[in-house]
């Protein structure tokens, strides 16, 4: 069965620094996501994307957060400058067009910033 | 914007009862409500989901029940067994589950043998 996949699995990075999540969704999914989990909490929407674009973002997402298809298969996350408080589980999650409502998460990227 | 509140927080059950988890909505535009169970270090995983055009959904010893007047949806397990011990998580959805997922705060389900 196909599934998302997400790399690294562990990222551990500065305050201030730069990190790029990176997501393959399932192959013929055209809605992409990222949520973040903060450790013992709920599951938080960030942003949606479709058609090469964000449809709907929350506001966790400001303007340190960007998100990219670079190519046909990969959706990174951006955080240009990490803060103590981004640290959290972010899921990529990605679903099909009229095919079925379910959302595939991925594995997840545990994010630790010091 | 959506909110979902979810009740208990954590759940314990013998082994073989049955365990019910409730959650409300506040967007009367919601029309998506899945269910997530997610263990420990693992990405959550659909379990059930219903739409709003439906009232009832049961899957084996899972069913699902939506009350759209009252903006409550409710999930069933019945003869619970150690491995459905995990954190479950209900969500509401626009657009049958093509728009962002509007998660619950999580019940810790344990199953004692």
């Known amino acids: 069965e196909p599934e998302v996949t997400q790399t690294p699995s562990h990222q551990v990075t500065q305050m201030g620094q730069e990190v790029i999540l990176r997501c393959v969704p399932i192959?013929?999914?055209?809605?992409f996501y990222w949520y973040r989990q903060i450790l013992g909490q709920k599951v938080e929407f960030l942003v949606s994307f479709y058609n090469n674009e964000i449809s709907e973002k929350s506001e966790i997402f400001d303007d340190q957060f960007s998100v990219e298809r670079p190519d046909g298969s990969n959706f990174t996350l951006k955080i240009r400058s990490t803060k103590l408080e981004d640290s959290a589980m972010y899921f990529c999650?990605?679903?099909?067009?009229?095919?079925?409502?379910?959302?595939?998460f991925g594995p997840g990227t545990r994010l630790t910033v010091l | 914007g959506e909110n979902v509140e979810q009740h208990p927080s954590t759940l314990s059950v013998q082994e073989g009862d049955s365990a019910v988890i409730k959650c409300t909505y506040s967007d009367s535009a919601s029309n998506y409500f899945p269910w997530y169970k997610q263990e420990l270090g693992k990405r959550p995983q659909l379990i059930i989901d219903?739409?709003?055009?439906?009232g009832e959904k049961k899957d084996q010893r899972i069913a699902v029940t939506l009350n759209k007047t009252a903006k409550h949806f409710s999930l069933h397990i019945t003869e619970t067994q150690p491995e459905d011990s995990a954190v479950y998580f209900c969500a509401a959805s626009n657009n049958f589950g093509n728009e962002k997922l509007t998660f619950g705060t999580g019940t810790r389900l344990t199953i004692i043998p």
């Open positions: 219903i739409r709003s055009n439906v």
């Open positions: 192959s013929n999914h055209l809605y």
């Open positions: 999650a990605s679903s099909a067009l009229v095919i079925s409502d379910e959302q595939f």
